[in-house]
């Protein structure tokens, strides 16, 4: 092992001799050159060229002999290894030679080598340090041999014998110095390569083990006779001694794609040949027999001559590599089966707005049948065609596109994700909702955008629709509300015009929500189930006449359908229909219908209407939301009908209540008008008669007197066949059955008649008639009855207007009617009384007789109600024109007998 270094080689302390620093220097410039040499070879020329740069001037190579010749001995301990140490040993050593010298010639007189110590000194000095103390020691040697040896001593002399003896010590040194330097400095250079030497190939030793790869070195037969850990890992014990011909088989070397390697070109091969084989791929088995990828270079190993006598191979697994681009290969093809899965559009953008990618979804959704062409168009270009506009329909500008959006950085999520809307190159119009982000590389730098555009045009259609459905369903039960408290028909009257307005206005909605062509309600009689209908609408104005003309008929639920249907509808179920399958195909279809949908308006169990819908001869399936929107739809209207007919119910309620209170206050005022009108003639009659007994018995009275008394009596038992003939005609016409008798007969003779009788009962009165004498007004009725309604005219007029004031009678004649007309100059009527006069039992309050020449008796208030319901039998008309304070007319008319189109009969 090597010993401590010499003092004089340790830097640190700024003793390292110079000829040291130069070896170093010298030799990291060879190795630096060496290094430059294996990069770029230099001729023989160049190299000598350079060598002698390298060494600097021809005077400079003495010295750097002479400083790589001095050296110290490497057993001097540390203090005392100095190049300065060896000049004074060499100095001290030939003092203690001369002084030896001088005893030994003193001692003995016959001793002639006087040299010979000093010349031993010289030879050890140059052995260990060098040329240069060695130098010194021949130099003090020769002089001191010259001042004190030889004679005279004491005294440098300088004869012949001297020089000569001086010339040959000197010689003698230096050539001692010289080759005895020579020789150590070989010796150590020797020993310092040798331990240079063991160090590199400990080191080599140490490289070779900790190279990761397997490195083996093969001989010239290509047999493995060194191989580091990792070779013996990959290799396996059992494996290092196969030889060349043997290694496919048994290593099984293949290609990457299988096939067996030529053993031609296996790497150990070409490299045994002198070639340099680098980054050969090749497949083989492992020590556990399974595949393995490695890639080898191999390089041939020359010897002196030159000739390659083995082989270095480095062998670099590759198979995690190869497992990693399987696995790289296989994520690439899920990647890339996934993006194309994806059911959203998905676009990948460069940072010039170039589509780089496309998935099928993305294609399919904006109808990109050429893929390469619509990725070859500029961004400008592209956008065109899109027509990229915002969800109001406005244009976007470039910087409100959502690509170019994440292109400066933002992310489109959540609630930030853009809503678009995008016309696709078949032209159809999308809504799109693109969320996405930036696209960054390893270092963060923005390379692009990926864009997620899911079509949400029916999910805004779907918004919208129901947006507009819940408008609708809104709208209709504010209808439903708006239908009034009151009544829209009279009792009776199973479908009023409200209801009828009402209902069209939620089959107009009901049309435009579900997109439908036509819409039409239907009412049920529950009792019956005969269909009455409703609204109709999406039809035109002549087929909406025709449908209804149609529905003019009395159809019943049952009427034309399987037995089935009727009981689905019954059981509160909606109906399908496809009127282009039997049993409809055979049956006209004059609307053009392809499939209706009936939907049942049921309340509680009770079916009460049919809701029907369709979409002419277009084919449509229905879906679940459509029949649940008609259903409500149907819900609703059901309502609408059954309110209507509590209201009516309601109102019916109150007003038989109402009429029975009407009715019992009429009755108490009847029995105490009919006890007074019944009470004053009974009273005459009995005072009458009581008188004419009296009379008799008396035999007083006149005959003359009691005729007047008997023709007094017979007035007033008139009277009272008369109140008891109104009430008998009353009761007839509640019934609807007053008895006449109808006759042709001139209506303008009967007003004659009746107006000369009311002439000769009121001869105080003036009673005009205007009337030709020609005219003829040929009717057929009831003279009698004609008459009585004609006297009840003339006297009302006579009884409730002034004495002096006159009253008109009047007939006039159309082509159809007669009309006779009683005016006075009364006090009049007002507009509400002019209404309830003609009720039965009515009387105008306030109001009192005017006349005093005729009866005060204001009567029962039966006779206009009895005239009413006589005229009305007749297919007349009665009414009343007046002005309060200025008088009545009274009138009625009758058809013509020429324009009578039906006989009546004798009872009515």
């Not at 170039?354 to 500029?378: Q, T």
């Not at 169990?605 to 939301?625: C, T």
């Not at 006759?743 to 107006?755: F, G, R």
Request: glycine fraction near 6%; proline fraction near 5%; charge should be negative.
């Amino acid at each position: 092992m090597q010993g401590p270094l010499p003092f004089f080689m340790y830097k640190k302390r700024g003793f390292m001799s110079v000829d040291q620093e130069h070896i170093q220097r010298v030799e990291s410039q060879t190795n630096n050159q060496a290094l430059l040499d294996s990069d770029n070879p230099l001729s023989p020329k160049d190299k000598k060229v350079h060598t002698d740069e390298v060494a600097g001037p021809s005077w400079q190579k003495p010295i750097k002999w002479f400083l790589t010749h001095t050296f110290t001995p490497q057993w001097l301990p540390r203090p005392w290894n100095n190049p300065v140490v060896g000049y004074l040993v060499a100095i001290i050593l030939q003092f203690i030679a001369i002084i030896v010298t001088t005893l030994l010639t003193q001692l003995f007189s016959s001793f002639t080598y006087t040299g010979l110590l000093e010349v031993l000194v010289v030879a050890l000095v140059a052995l260990n340090w060098g040329v240069g103390p060695s130098l010194i020691a021949t130099l003090a040697g020769a002089i001191l041999l010259n001042f004190i040896v030889q004679p005279p001593h004491l005294t440098l002399t300088f004869n012949d014998t001297s020089i000569v003896e001086v010339s040959l010590f000197l010689l003698v040194g230096i050539a001692i110095s010289i080759v005895a330097s020579q020789i150590e400095r070989a010796r150590r250079s020797a020993e310092e390569l040798a331990l240079s030497l063991a160090v590199e190939r400990t080191r080599l030793e140490a490289i070779i083990e900790t190279v990761p790869d397997a490195l083996s070195i093969h001989d010239a037969e290509g047999k493995i006779v060194r191989l580091n850990r990792a070779g013996r890992q990959h290799t396996g014990s059992e494996r290092v001694s196969t030889a060349i011909n043997e290694s496919q088989q048994v290593f099984g070397a293949r290609t990457i794609t299988g096939e067996p390697f030529p053993a031609k070109d296996i790497p150990v091969v070409r490299a045994l040949q002198g070639e340099t084989v680098s980054g050969v791929e090749m497949r083989f088995l492992n020590p556990e027999e399974q595949d393995a990828y490695a890639l080898l270079s191999a390089a041939p190993l020359f010897d002196i001559q030159g000739r390659v006598d083995g082989v270095v191979l480095i062998t670099h697994d590759i198979s995690a590599l190869h497992q990693a681009e399987r696995e790289r290969a296989t994520r690439a093809s899920e990647l890339e089966a996934a993006f194309e899965s994806i059911t959203d559009g998905v676009f990948l953008f460069n940072r010039d707005l170039k589509v780089i990618r496309v998935n099928g979804a993305g294609r399919e959704l904006l109808a990109i049948k050429n893929p390469s062409d619509y990725l070859s168009l500029s961004s400008s270009d592209r956008m065109a065609l899109l027509a990229m506009r915002d969800e109001h329909g406005q244009l976007l500008t470039d910087e409100q596109w959502p690509m170019s959006r994440i292109l400066h950085g933002e992310v489109l999520k959540g609630s930030n994700t853009s809503d678009i809307i995008v016309r696709a190159l078949d032209g159809r119009d999308l809504e799109l909702s693109v969320s996405g982000a930036p696209v960054r590389n390893n270092e963060g730098e923005l390379i692009g955008a990926l864009c997620i555009c899911r079509d949400v045009t029916e999910r805004r259609q779907l918004e919208k629709r129901t947006q507009a459905t819940l408008g609708a369903l809104l709208e209709m039960a504010e209808a439903l509300v708006l239908v009034g408290e009151n009544p829209s028909g009279k009792s009776g009257e199973l479908i009023p015009a409200g209801i009828g307005r009402t209902a069209r206005r939620m089959a107009q909605l009901t049309c435009s929500v579900l997109g439908c062509q036509r819409v039409s309600l239907t009412a049920i009689e529950p009792d019956t189930e005969v269909l009455h209908p409703i609204a109709v609408v999406g039809l035109s104005p002549e087929e909406e006449r025709q449908w209804w003309n149609e529905q003019q008929t009395e159809a019943r639920l049952g009427d034309g359908l399987d037995p089935t249907f009727a009981a689905q509808l019954r059981a509160n179920e909606a109906l399908l229909l496809d009127i282009t399958k039997p049993p409809f195909s055979t049956q006209p279809n004059p609307y053009n219908i392809h499939t209706m949908l009936i939907i049942p308006m049921v309340i509680g169990e009770q079916l009460v209407g049919l809701l029907s819908l369709d979409y002419g001869g277009q084919e449509h399936d229905y879906d679940a939301a459509e029949i649940a929107l008609a259903k409500a739809v149907a819900k609703l209207a059901a309502l609408v009908i059954e309110r209507d007919r509590l209201l009516r119910e309601r109102a019916e309620a109150r007003a038989n209540e109402l009429a029975l209170r009407e009715a019992n206050r009429r009755m108490d005022e009847f029995l105490g008008m009919t006890s007074h009108e019944l009470k004053t003639p009974l009273t005459s009659i009995k005072g009458n008669t009581q008188l004419t007994v009296r009379q008799i018995k008396n035999s007083l009275l006149t005959f003359q007197k009691m005729q007047g008394m008997l023709e007094s009596t017979e007035r007033q038992i008139k009277l009272l066949d008369r109140l008891v003939d109104d009430l008998l005609d009353v009761s007839r016409s509640e019934e609807q059955n007053l008895e006449l008798s109808l006759i042709p007969c001139n209506l303008a003779s009967l007003v004659h008649e009746a107006v000369e009788e009311q002439r000769l009962a009121w001869p105080n009165r003036t009673i005009t008639l205007e009337m030709s004498d020609e005219i003829v007004a040929p009717v057929l009725a009831d003279a009698d009855r004609i008459g009585q309604v004609l006297r009840n005219y003339i006297s009302n007029a006579l009884k409730y207007s002034p004495e002096d004031r006159p009253i008109q009678v009047s007939v006039h004649i159309n082509e159809e009617n007669a009309r006779v007309s009683v005016r006075d100059e009364g006090s009049g009527l007002s507009p509400e009384e002019q209404t309830q006069i003609w009720e039965r039992f009515y009387r105008v309050h306030g109001t009192r007789v005017s006349s005093s020449t005729g009866s005060s008796n204001a009567g029962l208030g039966l006779g206009l109600y009895i005239c009413k319901a006589i005229i009305e039998q007749l297919q007349g008309n009665v009414g009343v024109e007046s002005t309060p304070g200025e008088g009545s007319t009274f009138w009625f008319s009758l058809p013509l007998a020429s324009s009578i189109e039906q006989p009546y009969s004798k009872t009515a």
